[in-house]
C-alpha cells in the first residue's frame, strides 16, 4: 500500500507486541512440531525450550495491550509444550501413524467446509444479518450439489446447482430478516431445520433405498506437476480437490472484496450504522440481501465439498453434522475477519483431524478434541482472550424513517 | 435527544420505541390474532408439507391420515374404551403421549427464558446433559429402593441441566455474551461430551467393550409404567411429572415474585431495573430454570423407557432442538406449550415408528416432520407475514361488508 | 453575504396526531449568510430540517431551491440539490477512518473494481485544507475528538458538493473551546459562499455567529431579524413568549426537615465525558425545588444518579437524614425513600406489556402485602389497583388493562400513583407533564402541590419554563451540568431564561 498522503500514521513496520505474539504462536507450534516427524527430536528438552519461549513472548505482548494475539501465544506455548513432550515419550510408531505428511492434506480438506461457512456467515453478518442458518444452507448445497451433479452429468453443473440451492435459502433468510423484521436467530433456526427436512425428504424420494450412483461426476483434485513427487511437501499439498484451492482463493478474495472495494465499504457500513448508510444515498436493503443470498452459496459451496468434493460422490441424511456451527464459531472465533475466520477454521480443522488420528493412543478420548471449536469460541464470545466483537448492527432489522 | 419528538409522544420514531424484542413482539402479535394466529401458522406449516409430499407424487391425504393413525390419534374416536395397548391404536396413542412429554420439557426450556427476553437454543445440550447424569446415576446405586434412586437421578440430571444452561446466564450477565452464540456452542460441546463418555473407552461406557454405547440402567432407577406393559415400552409416570411442570412454570411465573421479575425483565429490561430489579441475575435464573426443564427431559427419557443410550443415539437425537418449535408455537405459554408438544409429539410418533410403511414411507414422514418444524418456526418468526394474512383475511372481510370504500 | 436567495420554504406544515409540528412556516435562506433557526424544545426546529433534507414529508408548503421547486422524497434528492446536513446525533461509523467515513457512497476507485484509498484520503486532505478543516484522513473515526468528528461530518457534506449546510445543534456536543473552532469553520465557509442554516436554543451564540435570525415559538415562525440589532432579551421573550402561563394555586411553601442533600456530585458518562460537575443542594419537606434547564445540561445524569440507575462518581448523597454509600443501586434508593417519576414513560416508567395492576406493583411486588416469600398474591395487586385507579382517577381502564391501552395522560397517572401511594420522602418528577394534554397536566400539577402540602420534598426537572415558574418554591438553574443560579419563587422569568441559555454564566 502507498502511503505518501498520510505521514501521520506510521504505518512502517516495527516489531511491535501484535507481531512477537504470532511469532510465539508459531514457536508454539514449532515446539510441538519438532517432536513429530519428519524431524522427530526425541529429547524433551527441545519443545520446552522452545515452548517457554513461546509463553515469553505471549506474555510479553499481553502486558503491552495485545492481549488476543498474546493469550493466543501462551497458550500455542503451552499446548505445544505440552503435546512436544508427551510426544517424545511416545513410541515412535504410534507417531508415525498419526502425523504424517497426509495430516496436512486432512487439515485442509477439514478446514475447507468451514472455510467456506464461515466466510459465507461473515460476508452476511458484515451487512448486519445474522446467520445461524449456515448449517441449513450448507446442507442444501450438499444434496442439490450432488443431485445436479448426478442429473447433469457433470461437477461444475453440481457446483451450479448447490450454489443455486443456497442461494435460494440465502434468499428466503434475507426475505425473513429483512424485509419481515423477523427475529433472525429464529428465521436462521428455521432455515436449518427445513434444509434438515427438504434434503432428507427428497434424497429419499429421488434416491430411496439405492443411494447416490457412483459414478456421480466429482469434483476433480489437483495434481501440481513437480511438487506432487516432492519429499513431504507432494503428499500434502501435491494432489488437493480443486475445491480446497478454490476455498483457500476465497480467503483474500473476500478480504479484498470487503475491504477494499467499495462494495465492500458499503456492505460494512450497513453492518455498522444503517442510518447512517441509508442518509448517504447507500439502499440498506439490496445491500442486506446481496450479502445474505452471497452468504448462502457460499455455505452451499461447502456443502457441496463434502457430498461432491471429499467424500466422492455421496449423501447421507444430516450429512454436515454440525459443520455449519463450527463454520459459525469460527466466524466468530476469526472476529468476523476473513484470515481470523480461515486461521479459525484452519485451527478447527487441525482438532478434528486429531480426532480422527489420536485414538491409536487412547480410545475415546480423542472425540473431545471434536468439542474444542465451540470450547474456544465460548472463551472468546466470553471476553477472556479479547473479545469477539460482531458488527455493531448486526442482527438489527433496520427501518427506514 | 432532539426536539421533534418532544412532544408527538404518538408519533415515536421507531428507534426510540421501547424494547421491541421479540417477547414483546409475540406478545402483541399473540393479542392481534389470539389463538387464531397460532392455529393458522400450523396449518399453513402442514398445508405446505403437503404441497411438498403432493408434488412428489404422493397423496397428502392418505399420508397425513396414515400419520394420524400412526399417532394413535384415531384411537380417541374409535375405541376409548379399551385401555389395553396390546391394541396397537392405543399403543400409538401411549408412545405419542410418551414423546409429548419430552417435548412439553423441552419446550418449557426455550419458552421460560423467552420470558425473559433471552432465547435458550441450547435445549439440545442441555438434554444431553440430563441424560447423561441420570444414565451416571442410574447405573451407579443399583442396591437402592426405586423412589430415593429415581428421584435422585430426576434432581441429578434437572441440577446438571441448570448448571449447564446456567453458563450461558453467567456469561449473559457478567460479560453480555450473546446467550445464543453460547448455547449453541455448549451444545456441541454437550453433544461431543457425551459421545465421549458412552463412547468406547469412556468412562460410562457399558460392560461390552466393542460397543459404543452406557450401561444400563438398575431396575431400582426405572420409572414405573401406568398404562400399557414395560415389555413393550408403556407410558411411565414421567408423563404426570411433565404435567405438573406446565403448572409449576405457569405457577412460576404468574404467582411468583421470580416470575414477575422475569416478565418485568423480559418486556423491558430498563423499566424493570428502575422498578428495583437485579437484571443481571434474572438472567442466570431464567437460564437456569430453563436449564433444568430440558434436564429433567433427558432425566425421564433415560429413566423412564431408554434405560440405555449410544453414541449413535446422540448424533441422531434432535428432540431439543423440536423444542424451540414447540415453544413458539404454544406462544410461550403453559397451555400452548402443552398443545403444540401433543401435536408434535403425535406428529413425531405418527411419522416415524407408528406409521405403517404400507401407507406412506417412514423415511419420507420422518423428514416430513422436520419441514414442518422448519416451517412453523420460520411463520412463527414472520409474524408479520401471518399477521398481514390475517389482517388482509380481516380486510377482505370489511370490505364485503362494506362494499362502498369510504 | 449577498442578496441572492438559494434556498425559500414557503408555507411549510407537518401534522402530527396530536399537535401541529410546524405550521405555515416560511423560511429562506440567502447565498453565503448564516441563518440561525433559534426555538426552544419542541418548536418544530428539528421537524423542518428534517422535510428540507428529505427525511420527512410536509403535509403542506413548498420548497425552492435556487429559485426552482423541488420535492424531495429521500436524503438522496437533497444531497442532488446540494444540500448537506450535520445531524445532532453524528452519521459516523466509528470503526472507519475519517476518509472511508466521508467517501461512503461515492468512492473513488482504481482499475474500475477497487477502493482507491490513497485517492480517497488524498481528496479530503485536499477538501479539508480547502476549507480549512483539520482532519486525519486516515485516522479511525472512533480515535478522534467529537470536534474533529463534527469535521468530519462537514466534509462529509462538502466532498457531496453542498451548498447549503444545516448544522442542527451543532454546539450541544462541544466544549467552549471545540465551538470556538467551530465558530471559525462556519466565518470560512460563509466566506467560501456556503449558506448555512444553523439551529440552536442558545442564546449568546446565535447573536454571535449568525447573520440574521429567525425564532419558532410553539410551530409558528414568530418572526426574522437581523442579528445587528437585536439583544439577548428581546430574543429570549419572543423564544417564551408570554401566552400560555399555567398557573397553580398554591400557597407559600413550609420547608421542614431536608429529604435530600446532595453534595458535590459528579457523574461520567459511557464516552468519558462529565455530564455532572460538582452539584450540590438540597431538597426539604414540604417544598418544591425545580431543577430549569436547556435539554442536555446534565439533567437526566442527575437524577439517574440520584435514583440510583447510575454510578456516582464522586460526592455524597444524603436521604432522609441516611448517608448512601457504598454500592448504589436502584432497589436501595427506592427503600431509602426516593420516588421517581422517570422523564420517559415508555422507556423506563410503565411495562407497557403489563397491565395496571402489575405497573402498580413495579416497586413493591416483593413486599407485603403484595407478596410474602417470594409468593405473589395477584388479588391483592388488582385490589389494591383498582383502589389507586379510583383515587387517581384513571381513565380508560381497569387493573387488568394492559398499561399500552391507556392514553399518554392516563399513563402518567398510573406512574404518578405508584410513585405519590409509596409516600416517599422525597418525589423526584422529571418532565413529568411531557406529551401530556393540558387537562392531564393540571392534573399532574395540582398532585404535586397537594404532595408538597401533606409534607413530601419533590424535586421536579423540566424544560419547560413555564411549568418550573409556576410550581416551584426554589428554582436551581443548571447549565452544562453545573448548577448556575438559585433563585426563590417569583423570579423573573428573562433572567431564569438568560441563565438557562447561557446568556450569564455564573462563576462556579
Known sequence: ?401 | MSEGNAAPTANVPPEQEPSTNFSVRLGVAQRAGGVAVPILTAVLAFLAGGIVVAATGHNPWTAYHGIWDGAGFNWVFHIPWDTNTIHIDAYNFSQTLLVTTTLILCGLAVAFPFRCGLFNIGGQGQYLVGLVVANWIGVSFPSWPTLPHVLLGIGGAALAGAVWAGIAGFLKATTGAHEVISTIMLNWIAIWGAQYVFGQGGPLQGQNPAAPESGSIASSAHIPDFWGTSLLQGLDYGFFVAIAMLVLFWIILNRTTLGYEVRAVGFNPEAAAYGGINVRNKYIQAMAISGAFAGLAGALDMLGFLFQYGVLDVQASQIGFLGIAVALLGRNSAIGTGIAAFLFGGLLFGTTHGLNSNVFDPSLAGNLTSMIQGLVVLFVGGDIFILYLWNARRKVRRRQEAPAPA | MSDETVLELRGITKRYPGIVADDNVDFDLRRGEVHALLGENGAGKSTLMNILYGLTKPDEGEIAVGGKNVSFSSARDAIDEGIGMVHQHFMLIPVMTVAENIVLGIEPTREGVLLDEAGAERRVAELSKQFGLAVDPGALVSNVTVGQQQRVEILKALYRGAQILILDEPTAVLTPQEAGELFEIVRSLKSDGKSIIFISHKLNEVLEIADRITVLRRGKKIDTVPTAGATEEGLARMMVGRDVLLRVDKTAATPGDVALEVEDLHVIDERGLEPVRGVSFAVRRGEIVAIAGVDGNGQTELIEAITGLRKIESGRVTVDGKPIEGHVTARRMLDAGIGHIPEDRHRRGLVLEFNLAENLALHDYDKEPDSKRGWLFPARLVARAARLIKEFDVRGGGPLTRARALSGGNQQKIVVAREVARNPALLVAAQPTRGLDVGAIEYVHRRLVAERDSGHAILLVSLELDEVLSLADRILVIYEGQIVGEHAAGAGEEEIGLEMLGGRKAAA
Not at chain 1, 327 to 334: D, H, K, V, Y
Open chain 1, 1 to 401: 500500500m502507498t502511503n505518501h498522503v498520510t505521514p501521520l500514521a506510521t504505518r512502517g513496520w516495527v516489531p511491535g507486541p501484535r507481531a512477537i505474539a504470532v511469532a510465539g504462536s508459531v514457536l508454539g507450534l514449532v515446539a510441538f512440531w519438532s517432536a513429530i516427524p519428519p524431524f522427530e527430536v526425541r529429547s524433551p528438552l527441545v519443545p520446552i525450550v522452545i515452548g517457554i519461549f513461546a509463553v515469553a513472548a505471549g506474555i510479553w505482548a499481553v502486558t503491552r495491550g495485545s492481549r488476543r494475539v498474546g493469550w493466543g501465544a501462551i497458550a500455542s506455548g503451552v499446548i505445544g509444550l505440552a503435546l512436544g513432550v508427551a510426544a517424545t515419550r511416545s513410541n515412535s510408531s504410534n507417531l508415525e501413524t498419526v502425523f504424517t505428511a497426509d495430516l496436512i492434506a486432512q487439515i485442509l480438506a477439514f478446514a475447507t467446509p468451514l472455510t467456506f461457512g464461515a466466510l459465507g456467515g461473515m460476508v452476511s453478518e458484515r451487512s448486519g444479518v445474522v446467520n445461524v442458518g449456515l448449517e441449513g444452507m450448507m446442507l442444501m448445497g450438499a444434496f442439490w450439489g450432488v443431485y445436479a451433479a448426478d442429473k447433469g452429468g457433470s461437477w461444475v453443473v453440481g457446483i451450479l446447482g448447490a450454489m443455486l440451492a443456497g442461494g435460494l435459502f440465502g434468499l428466503l433468510h434475507a426475505v425473513w430478516s429483512v424485509h419481515f423484521r423477523a427475529d433472525q436467530i429464529v428465521s436462521g433456526m428455521a432455515i436449518n431445520f427445513l434444509a434438515l427436512g427438504v434434503t432428507g425428504y427428497f434424497f429419499e424420494q429421488l434416491y430411496g433405498q439405492q443411494n447416490i450412483p457412483s459414478g456421480v461426476s466429482t469434483v476433480p483434485n489437483v495434481r501440481i506437476p513437480f511438487v506432487a513427487d516432492w519429499h513431504f511437501i507432494g503428499p500434502a499439498i501435491g494432489d488437493l480437490n480443486l475445491l480446497i484451492w478454490i476455498g483457500i482463493l476465497f480467503v483474500p478474495l473476500s478480504y479484498v472484496v470487503l475491504f477494499k472495494t467499495p462494495i465492500g465499504l458499503r456492505v460494512r457500513a450497513c453492518g455498522e450504522h444503517p442510518r447512517a448508510a441509508d442518509t448517504v444515498g447507500i439502499n440498506v436493503y439490496a445491500v442486506r440481501y446481496g450479502a445474505v443470498i452471497t452468504s448462502g452459496m457460499l455455505a452451499a459451496l461447502g456443502g457441496a465439498f463434502l457430498s461432491i468434493g471429499y467424500l466422492g460422490g455421496s449423501f447421507t441424511e444430516n450429512m454436515t453434522e454440525g459443520r455449519g456451527f463450527i463454520a459459525l464459531a469460527a466466524m466468530i472465533f476469526g472476529n468476523w475477519r476473513p484470515f481470523g475466520a480461515w486461521g479459525a477454521a484452519l485451527l478447527f480443522g487441525f482438532s478434528t483431524a486429531l480426532a480422527y488420528r489420536l485414538p491409536v493412543y487412547s480410545g475415546s478420548a480423542a472425540t473431545l478434541f471434536q468439542a474444542l471449536p465451540y470450547v474456544l469460541t465460548l472463551i472468546a464470545v466470553a471476553g477472556v482472550i479479547g473479545r469477539s466483537v460482531p458488527p455493531a448492527a448486526d442482527g438489527k432489522p433496520y427501518v427506514k424513517q
